[in-house]
């Protein structure tokens, strides 16, 4: 397998071709870091909300839209699947890296996590990456700032002017699109937490609805979690057989049926506080290979209904 940073490198590539078309902007710092704006000063869209998914998963899962229905209301969902899953999601996809420095704090997501590879997930899939550039995707509502690209530039082992960041607020639409594309990811790292070897995931396809754009962000963080705890769907292909499959979906948890900004809020919004269990889809097929298909979990409309003000 191919670099993963050498992948979404190329993907950052076209971003920066193709800004005007998808309405993000480009940006070089001081310190010669990449800043691609995703949705800060520029509005960008649906389209680059997928290409921002595709980013985080090193260009190895397709990322497509297609309509559906919340509570009876057209709605616009994010499908993605990828033959990859472990690489393309956990080693890429998750958002695994809190930046923080003395100016910026954010949460990193994509293929610069590999070259760092100190999370469980890299043992577990026995990858890591090697690369002169890094990329990675960084949610908040604040720019990123030089300190922050030097500090994924020393944790990574690359020139500051070999990284790319890839800015994106969560109240966006850019943001709700990519987040979207998170059901299949949470699935994954689910099995994976639970024991299962995230190897024997041979494929997935995970869906969400878009959630719509809200006006702050710890609104736009909550909602856009109901739209994947309440509305999330996936199917996935497994190679052996697991006693666990019915809690990789959020119905097995507690706070099932409570909206995401009440869970937030309990915690005053420290989210190393929530139940990892909360983070998982609503519903899911996992295939056994020669073996049994296994159907758990189920969507709650009404409150999804709620959560995005239909």
């Known amino acids: 397998m191919d670099s993963l940073n050498r992948n979404a490198l190329e993907l950052a590539d076209e971003a920066l071709d193709f800004a005007e078309e998808l309405d993000i902007g480009a940006r070089e710092l001081d310190n010669g870091a990449t800043v691609l704006d995703f949705g800060h000063e520029f509005d960008g869209g649906v389209e680059a909300g997928l290409l921002l998914a595709e980013?985080?998963?090193?260009?190895?899962?397709?990322?497509?839209?297609?309509?559906?229905?919340?509570?009876?209301?057209?709605?616009?969902?994010?499908?993605?699947?990828?033959?990859?899953?472990?690489?393309?999601?956990?080693?890429?996809?998750?958002?695994?890296?809190?930046?923080?420095?003395?100016?910026?704090?954010?949460?990193?997501s994509g293929p610069a996590r590999a070259l760092v590879a100190e999370e469980d997930e890299f043992a577990r899939v026995g990858y890591e990456d090697v690369s002169d550039f890094a990329v990675l995707a960084v949610e908040s509502?604040?720019?990123?700032?030089?300190?922050?690209?030097?500090?994924?530039?020393?944790?990574?082992?690359?020139?500051?002017?070999?990284?790319?960041?890839?800015?994106?607020?969560?109240?966006?639409?850019?943001?709700?699109?990519?987040?979207?594309?998170?059901?299949?990811?949470?699935?994954?790292?689910?099995?994976?937490?639970l024991g299962y070897d995230p190897l024997n995931v041979v494929s997935i396809t995970g869906s969400a609805p878009v959630a719509p754009v809200a006006g702050d962000e710890e609104t736009a963080i909550a909602r856009t979690n109901d739209a994947l705890a309440y509305g999330g769907e996936v199917h996935v292909t497994v190679r052996e057989e697991f006693d666990r499959f019915d809690e990789i979906v959020s119905t097995a948890n507690d706070e099932y049926g409570t909206h995401f900004a009440d869970i937030f809020e309990s915690v005053d919004w420290d989210f190393y506080e929530v139940e990892e269990g909360v983070f998982a889809p609503a519903r899911a097929t996992v295939d056994v290979i020669g073996g049994d298909t296994y159907v758990v979990g189920e969507r709650d409309e009404e409150l999804l209904a709620e959560s995005f003000g239909i």
């Not at 990123?144 to 966006?172: I, K, N």
């Open 55 to 108: 980013m985080q998963t090193a260009g190895l899962a397709t990322v497509q839209t297609r309509m559906d229905e919340v509570a009876g209301a057209p709605f616009q969902h994010v499908e993605l699947t990828s033959d990859h899953p472990a690489l393309a999601l956990l080693c890429s996809q998750k958002a695994g890296w809190e930046v923080a420095t003395d100016d910026f704090e954010g949460l990193g």
């Open 141 to 193: 509502d604040d720019y990123p700032t030089e300190a922050a690209a030097e500090q994924v530039a020393d944790l990574t082992g690359v020139e500051t002017s070999s990284v790319f960041l890839a800015a994106v607020p969560t109240a966006c639409l850019a943001g709700s699109v990519s987040i979207a594309s998170r059901a299949a990811e949470m699935t994954v790292f689910r099995l994976s937490e």
